[in-house]
């Protein structure tokens, strides 16, 4: 069996390379441009994704896809027609990608989403796969389409899809948001976050490369759409001291009003950031459990437990 994946020089893409090729599968490595490099893995330069992206070479011989590559969330947006930008890589260059994959005899493409499909806040019941989806913002709303689309495409021509919707990705090497809270704790700014009570799913990359490999093989996953996490909820103050304390740098946090949290966060350009550390976020992950059998090889807090390490090596 032969495994292209997209977005492969990305953070999840590397890992999900390394594994795929440690368990004996053939893979081809879809990257934008030669200065990528796979170890191991043969490559296909494809160039930026939309809707004319030609995938001939990359799609040939190639029994199952697993399309990561995305126009990804941005906390400062430089474009001035945002969600046409999302638009064409997210959904226009899926759909292409799709009928081609269809065309070449491609069996299964596995499609990663967003749980921002979902919405951007819990309040009492996690997320589930039955919920009405409430994308807000272009990057959600791309996504969403997306997934529209890869169901229209699989009822024309039979190409099997699997929708796998995570929460926040984690693991050795993150980057964004995450990296930056490392870095926070790390220097020992004490963080005004203690009276903090809300619960997050996350997903441990190693956790979710795992999930992926299960929807690309399991034959009752075709035509399903999942929502996967490390199945334990954390608040973002144990969050926090967990990491620290990994890291040997035990986290500082004293409380101050959410509401003068939220007023900071408005002054300084930070808001969605700052609903993030406040809000809620859960996922239900156990329909792949129950279908598939899928369980998460590694707890939270291994997961946490790498991150921080591997973080504090590269100090």
């Known amino acids: 069996m032969k495994f292209l994946v997209t977005g492969a020089n990305g953070f999840v893409g590397r890992s999900l390379c390394a594994e795929l090729l ?20 043969e490559q296909a330069i494809v160039g930026p994704i939309g809707a004319k992206t030609d995938w001939t070479d990359a799609l040939r011989g190639v029994d199952v896809v697993i399309h990561l590559a995305a126009r990804v969330h941005v906390m400062r947006e430089t474009a001035g027609d945002p969600l046409a930008e999302f638009l064409e890589v997210n959904l ?16 299964r493409l596995v499609y990663v989403s967003s749980i921002k499909v979902n919405g951007e806040s819990t309040k009492g019941q996690p997320f589930s796969e ?12 791309s996504k969403w389409q997306a997934e529209q689309v890869l169901h229209r495409v699989a009822k024309e021509t039979g190409l099997e899809v699997v929708i ?14 995450f990296a930056q809270m490392l870095k926070v704790l790390s220097s020992g700014i004490p963080l005004p976050l203690s009276a903090v009570n809300n619960l997050r799913s996350l997903i441990y990359v190693e956790n979710l490369i795992d999930a992926l490999i299960v929807c690309a093989m399991q034959p009752d996953a075709a035509g399903k759409t999942y929502l996967v996490s490390d199945g ?21 946090l004293f409380p101050l009003p959410h509401g003068l949290l939220r007023l900071g966060g408005m002054l300084f350009g930070k808001a969605e950031q700052v609903e993030r550390l406040l809000g809620s976020l859960r996922v239900d992950s156990g329909k792949i459990r129950r279908e598939l059998g899928w369980q998460p090889p590694y707890t939270l807090e291994q997961g946490l437990h790498a991150t921080a390490a591997a973080f504090a090596a590269d100090r």
């Not at 989806?133 to 959600?140: F, R």
């Open 22 to 41: 440690r368990q004996g599968y053939a893979i081809r490595a879809a990257v934008r441009s030669g200065n990528a490099r796979i170890d191991h893995a």
């Open 92 to 107: 226009h260059g899926t759909e292409n990608l799709a009928r081609q994959a269809a065309r070449a005899g491609v069996r």
């Open 130 to 141: 039955s919920d009405n989806p409430d994308p807000q913002g272009p990057y959600a709303v």
């Open 164 to 177: 796998v919707r995570p929460p926040l990705v984690y693991g050795p090497g993150v980057k964004g948001n």
């Open 232 to 252: 334990e909820d954390i608040s973002t103050p144990d969050l926090l001291r967990h990491m620290g304390d990994a890291m040997g740098h035990p986290a500082r």
